[in-house]
């Protein structure tokens, strides 16, 4: 599967994860006051135009036409959570947490909700797939970072989404980030601002391993 269509299928996990951090009550994280999700990429070139900025409303609830779409928290392992939902009737599994540190050049700009998330989704065979939304729209056309043990890995970007490049370094990243202490993510705003989000890894490896035993 290429990296564009799973970006595209990833974009109903931002959704409910979203909605997981604002019904957890009791989770360590705290709930965000709205969340933007990026818009879908259209697998039919390399590297289509993003969009100029992220959605500004807030998803709206699960409706009662579909209960299973409501997130259910598994469990909370050191920074990350790790959650379960069947919207659809289709069962998505994934981990998530909030940066332990971000910064903007210049410093103090203001930014929505930052989240990084680890994925997986059996009906469409996609396991651990690694993406970010980063709380402003990225520069158009342009590239993020994710830099963990040395090692640095491009991510493509849309509105506030980015996805890593190559879905064939997946299973490498994911692994390196069961054993890191932690990673980091940069990137550039459409207004030209910098960032540069430190997230830490303790208790992802317990959170993965909720995941993938639920979603085997």
Known sequence: MSSLLRATLGIPLLFVAALALASSAGAQQPAPAAATTPKPRKPVKPKPAPAAAPAEAAPAAPTAADPGAQPALLGM???WGAYTALPGGKKICFALAKPSKSETSPPGRSR??????????????????????IGYGFKPNSDATLDLGGA????????????LKNAAEEGKLVEAMRKGGDLTVKGTSTRGTG??????LKGLAQALDKVDEECR
């Open 195 to 200: 960032s540069t989000d430190v997230f830490s």
């Open 112 to 133: 929505d909700p930052i989240y990084l998330f680890v994925s997986s989704r059996p009906a469409e065979k996609v396991k651990d797939e690694v993406s970010l939304i």
């Open 152 to 163: 640095s890995y491009v991510m493509y970007t849309q509105a506030d989404g980015a996805w």
């Open 77 to 79: 392992f050191g920074e």
